[in-house]
């Protein structure tokens, strides 16, 4: 304690002596406002940053001593800088002065048991189940309470006008336990409205659940249940509560394990079990495993995945009733009060007549705090945003000419919480709500975020959004000078202040008009009380409520431009003669544009599952498709040196990854075709003979290779994680492959089509094939918090770790004499490349823009690069005298969408183009004599986007 102190004694002292406003002069009207956005600095945010981020404040934890201690360090900061308390008043009747705080109480939750139990009744017969938390269930009850209800399925549990879909239409739930499925209709159909980009975040991902227990409450349910399902995008309860973890808390420390729960607080003055899902519903909400709902629905004949499938396919709701059957749920919790505290300042208005009226700018100042020995330093979330506070209170206050409304500077504290300081403002309010002309929210504006996507602030949650479409052909913007911006929509003026404002500073920024429903953060309240908000939000990164989360990784320049940013918009707003201008927002025309900015890459079959993509991404389809040769023709292309005889084993569909069994005659490979819906594995002989179907034709599946004795095949599958296919990447993103967690690596027999799992860690394990000696398998895993390559023993024992370096490593072969590996790696630069690579890839997510060949001994040493070209080359395999190998690359188009097969020694010479293909030639392979080449290629494609799979002679 005596420490902390003592780093916010020298951390003030650090600030005050650079208090006088800088050099640099703005130089746009208003002539006033200059002085205040050119005393901004960027070496007092980085003070500020440092001191509330630093391992003393142990992240900022609300209703901790720490919290406290950052409270006193800004009401320090609000004071020598001459901006005036504004918060709680203090001293005796007759003496009463304002402080810089405003105190409420929270009631911090223990849990202390949980019960479930069904009872079933049909005709004379009962019969009752009970269930075990943590195993079978987990709720989230705020209060002790008992609940016993019958039952009614809902579907997915959803309400939404604008979607035209209401599972609670003509159906009574009043006084009743709602059963939902988890996730939203339409998984991966682009039809469906849940399913655009603009929705899918906020239906299928942790965010749904609280709609649906919206939806839920305004039906009049007593409760909520909700039944694990493939379909959503939430981790599998069974994983999360495996790992002995509280459900969604993988988001808050990536990798570890058995954590100790987080502290969950709600506000004290609520009535119980009003804060449920962080305020937004008081329905208690009960996530259940697959066991629960077999017995819910045990007599029915129907089942979850039945259900699901009946819903998807008919798109529209089927709400059923569940006669005979109730369930009580026993909630017993324990709730301590604790009081913590927001921290206000003010400056007050030049002109009597105005200055009751406020603009108000705020972000949170409480963070995840310390636990299992994790710091949640919580630099960008949220000390970027208060520091931006303090150094704006700063500026205003210390300005000679002050705006005609007041100023209000506000740090709210238990944001992580559910909103709760802000929550508490709003019904507390220490300035009029009638009288707030404005607020500004601060929430994350220390990172580079990704402008490709057109701005995604993850507080613009509970849209509609109109999202604004991209010019692919305008300048890229560059991360570290962009900022996502949202308003409401209502207020249009609030755009025209804001954007007029970025380029007077010169910050590029997405601004997006919004309608307030949800949203994660501060800025909620405001908007539901019909105050105008502006808010800002960097995009967002890996480190996200991670302890990585540091000061040395923000943009303090950047920082010093936001900031000056605001301080112009509390000008204009604070200084206008009338308050922002209310319209009704215009209605928008179709569908939200998106936007998919192209990478130059081509359609990976199996690796994106995207096969209208790869159409886009080779410019469309011609004018006039080429008639296709007959079967059994040469396609030998001109210029094909090393080719000869090249004849089509497949004719029609999306076909790709063909390799050779251990004899030569046999080849896996995975497609999608007529009557399969996403990638399965196939066989069929080397002259595309004795085709089959060897996958269990659920999930998606990659990379299957022979085992020895060709009576196994081996490959990776999502279908543990739902029999459906696993959703597309998604494309605003940037043209990224999707890295599915669900992805583990099994054997399957082919004789009796018996699984074998030899992968069972959470996350994507995939790209596996086999040494040629038959004793290692090398594959591909996120085990360790990165791409990286492994090997193991056939039956998934001896698991060993061969690269380190941070980047993707992934797509290994072996070579003949089993003793080097050769495979495909990126190795993002520190900075923007490494945090976006970062970014991405916390989203199950990579971008395959630059990848090098490279080469390793079968133990992981002697690690070296092969090509050095900084395109896409992907798909290696040594030629069978060890010295050469090929590969795929779009090293050669200008555009980066033209690939072909080349050849290159093993030591970086002696590179050489094999295809000569105007669109995709790729995943080549050898025999083991080398004689025989088989590939996927593009070329005497039926229709366009149609990859099949070739099979040559090769000449040296």
């Known amino acids: 304690m005596l420490f902390a102190r003592s780093v916010a004694t020298v951390a003030v002292a650090s600030i005050l002596a650079s208090l006088a406003p800088s050099a640099r002069a703005a130089s746009g009207p208003p002539a006033a406002v200059e002085p205040v956005a050119a005393a901004i600095s960027a070496a007092n945010l980085r003070a500020h940053v440092q001191m509330l ?34 918060g709680d008043m203090t001293g005796t009747p007759d003496k009463r002065t304002p402080t810089y705080f405003q105190n409420f109480e929270v009631n911090e939750l223990t849990p202390v048991s949980q019960a479930l139990s069904l009872e079933s009744r049909s005709g004379d017969t009962i019969r009752r189940s009970s269930f075990e938390p943590k195993v079978d269930f987990t709720t989230t009850g705020t209060s002790t309470s008992s609940i016993s209800a019958p039952l009614v399925f809902v579907g997915y549990g959803y309400s939404v006008k604008d979607a035209a879909w209401d599972d609670y239409a003509g159906v009574d739930v009043k006084g009743k336990i709602a059963v939902a499925i988890d996730g939203a209709p339409g998984k991966g159909n682009e039809a469906s409205w849940f399913w655009k980009p603009e929705n899918r975040r906020r239906y299928f991902g942790r965010f749904g659940t609280i709609y649906k227990a919206m939806a839920a409450e305004k039906a009049g349910a007593v409760a909520l249940i909700v039944i694990d399902a493939p379909n959503s995008d939430n981790p599998p309860l069974t994983r999360d509560m495996a790992e002995n973890r509280p459900p969604r808390e993988e988001q808050f420390a990536k990798g570890v394990r058995n954590l100790p729960p987080r502290r969950e607080m709600v506000l004290a003055n609520e009535p119980a079990g009003s804060s449920i899902h962080g305020g937004f519903s008081g329905v208690s909400t009960v996530r259940v495993t697959e066991r629960v709902a077999q017995a819910i629905f045990e007599g029915t004949g129907e089942s979850t995945a039945a259900l699901q499938k009946k819903l998807d396919a008919a798109m529209k709701p089927a709400p059923m009733g569940l006669a005979g059957r109730s369930v009580t749920i026993d909630v017993k919790v324990d709730a301590k009060v604790l009081t913590t505290r927001n921290v206000i300042a003010k400056v007050t208005g030049s002109d009597p007549k105005f200055a009751d009226e406020v603009v108000v700018i705020g972000a949170h100042y409480d963070h995840e705090g310390a636990r299992g020995g994790y710091v949640w330093a919580g630099a960008d979330d949220n000390a970027s945003g208060t520091a931006a506070v303090l150094e704006l209170a700063r500026a205003f206050a210390q300005s000679k000419v002050k705006p005609a409304r007041t100023i209000v500077f506000a740090l709210w504290a238990a944001e992580e919480k559910g909103l709760l300081g802000s929550k508490h403002y709003i ?10 002309v404005a607020y500004i929210n601060l929430d994350m504006i220390g990172r580079d975020g990704d402008p490709s996507s057109g701005g995604d602030p993850h507080a613009a949650v509970g849209g509609p959004v109109q999202q604004p479409k991209l010019d692919l052909s305008a300048k890229k913007i560059d991360p570290a000078n962009w900022m996502a911006i949202e308003g409401s929509d209502t207020y249009p003026s609030l755009g025209t202040i804001t954007e007029a404002g970025a380029k007077h500073v010169g910050l590029e920024i997405t601004y997006k008009p919004a309608e307030i429903r949800f949203a994660a953060s501060d800025h909620l309240y405001f908007a539901r009380s019909g105050v105008p908000i502006i808010s800002y939000f960097d995009g967002g990164h890996a480190d996200y409520h991670q302890p990585s989360d540091t000061p040395e990784k923000l943009n303090y320049p950047k920082m010093e431009k936001v900031a000056r940013l605001c301080a112009l918009t509390l000008w204009d707003l604070a200084a206008a003669p009338g308050r922002p201008e209310k319209v009704a927002p215009k209605p928008a025309a179709g569908a939200p544009a998106t936007g998919r900015p192209g990478m130059g890459l081509p359609y990976f079959v199996g690796e994106t599952g995207d096969g209208d993509a790869g159409a886009q991404q080779h ?37 790709a990854e063909a390799y050779f069994s251990f004899d030569n005659k046999w080849l896996s490979f995975q497609t999608t075709r007529d009557g399969v819906e996403c990638d399965q594995i196939f066989v069929m002989g080397t002259d595309g003979s004795k085709l089959r179907r060897v996958s269990s034709g659920k999930g998606r599946t990659t990379c299957a290779y022979f085992m020895p004795g060709g009576k196994k095949v081996l490959y990776a599958s999502t279908h543990l994680g739902g029999d459906a296919c696993p959703p597309k990447p998604d494309y605003s993103k940037g043209y990224v492959w999707a890295l599915y967690p669900e992805y583990d690596i099994f054997v399957t027999d082919l004789k009796t ?83 976006r690579y970062k970014s991405l890839l916390s989203q199950g997510l990579i971008e395959p823009r630059a990848l090098e060949i490279w080469v390793m001994r079968a133990d992981g040493s002697e690690k070296r690069r092969i090509t050095s070209n900084g395109k896409a080359n992907f798909a290696p395999f040594f030629h069978p005298d060890g010295k050469r190998i090929i590969f795929a690359s779009n090293m050669d188009d200008p555009k980066g969408r033209n690939f072909d097969i080349y050849i290159i020694n093993v030591d970086g010479t002696g590179l050489e183009r094999v295809t000569m293909n105007e669109t995709f030639d790729g995943f080549p ?32």
């Not at 934890?61 to 308390?85: M, N, Q, W």
């Not at 019904?427 to 707030?436: A, E, L, Q, R």
């Not at 590939?935 to 000449?955: P, Q, Y």
Request: charged share 25%; no cysteine; proline share 6%.
């Open 53 to 86: 981020a630093s391992d003393a404040m142990q992240g900022r934890e609300a209703a901790t001593r720490e919290l406290e201690i950052a409270g006193d360090y800004a009401a320090s900061v609000f004071a020598l800088a001459g901006a005036e308390p504004a």
């Open 427 to 436: 019904d507390h309010p220490v300035f009029p709500i009638n009288g707030t």
């Open 619 to 655: 410019g469309g389809p011609p004018a006039e498709m080429p008639t296709p040769k007959p079967k059994g023709a040469d396609l030998t292309m001109a210029g094909e040196k090393h080719f000869r005889n090249v004849k089509q084993l497949t004719f029609g569909g999306e076909n």
């Open 753 to 835: 089509g018996k699984l074998d799992r030899l992968t069972s860690t959470p996350g994507y394990d995939a790209e596996a094939t086999l040494s040629p000696d038959g004793r290692k398998i090398v594959f591909t895993s996120v085990r360790d918090g990165d791409l990286d390559i492994y090997t193991m023993n056939l039956d998934g024992s001896d698991v060993k770790r061969l690269t380190t370096e941070p980047g993707y490593d992934g797509g290994a072969f072996y070579s003949a004499d089993s003793k080097w590996i050769v495979y495909r790696a990126s190795r993002p630069e520190a900075g923007e490349t490494m945090d």
């Open 925 to 956: 392979m050898f025999t083991k004599n080398g004689k025989r080449l088989v590939f996927a290629s593009n070329r005497n494609a039926a229709k366009v986007g149609e990859t099949n799979l070739f099979i040559a002679d090769w000449v040296r």
